[in-house]
């Protein structure tokens, strides 16, 4: 998830679980770039095969695109958490 340890650190956005077995929402804040008034949150379901598969896509990437894959493994250890 681009910028997660950035988002998690300002309390922007929050894990919880479902009731599906391993599933798990993330619930982003979002905020309109003009105004800068709250907008809805975004939600996104993920499973750990899908973080996983985030992380390993871009372990092979180049250095500038680190920071993304150390957002999912971040994400991931969270998620794990839980």
């Known amino acids: 998830m681009i910028n997660y340890k950035v988002l998690k ?3 922007k956005v929050s894990l919880s679980t479902t009731d599906v077995d391993g599933e798990f929402k993330i619930t982003k804040k979002t905020y309109d770039p003009d105004t800068g008034e709250a907008q809805d949150d975004q939600i996104l379901l993920v499973t750990m095969p899908i973080v996983d598969a985030e992380i390993e896509n871009h372990a092979n990437k180049q250095a500038d695109e680190k920071g993304y894959k150390e957002d999912w493994e ?4 969270d998620l794990g958490a839980l």
Do not use: F, I
């Open 74 to 77: 971040q994400l991931k250890v």
């Open 9 to 11: 650190s300002a309390s």
